[in-house]
């Protein structure tokens, strides 16, 4: 009984660790940020900012080449609503 017991106070932690772990590293692969800790390369496209409307929708900001774009995001796909061409967000 104290040989299970003692398994158990060793490899509960274990697992939990290597569950906690896992789903760390997926979170991280996920999102798209690099395991390394190199040099950051510039990237083309920004996202400035993000704002939920309801399950599934959002609105979200995106700079590319200089410009800043608005557009709506949901499950069936993505909509430009505006742009910044003129200095100030403009609609389409």
């Known amino acids: 009984m104290l040989e299970y017991i003692l398994r158990l106070l060793i490899l509960l932690p274990m697992i939990g660790g ?21 040099a950051k390369q ?32 949901s499950r069936n796909g993505i909509t430009r609503l505006a742009d910044n061409s003129e200095g100030d967000f403009h609609a389409d």
């Open 42 to 73: 510039p990237r083309p496209v920004e996202l400035v900012g993000v704002l939920p409307l309801g399950p599934g929708s959002k609105l979200a900001v995106v700079e590319f080449a200089g410009q800043q774009i608005l557009v709506a995001v």
């Open 18 to 38: 290597l569950a906690w772990g896992s789903l760390w590293l997926w979170k991280r692969v996920q999102m798209g940020v690099p395991l390394t800790g190199g």
